[in-house]
């Protein structure tokens, strides 16, 4: 199987929003992660 990945790089300075926004994640996702083997 084949593995695909990136690495995201975020502008200095905007690392609290970064964190902020992504705190914060749809159930519906959540849920499709725990029922899948996704690693984050």
């Not at 593995?3 to 519906?28: A, C, D, M, N, S």
């Amino acid at each position: 199987m084949q593995r695909v990945g990136f690495v995201l790089k975020i502008h200095p300075g905007t690392e609290i929003e970064y964190r902020v926004r992504h705190q914060h994640v749809y159930p519906e996702l959540l849920q499709a992660f725990h029922e899948r083997p996704v690693e984050m």
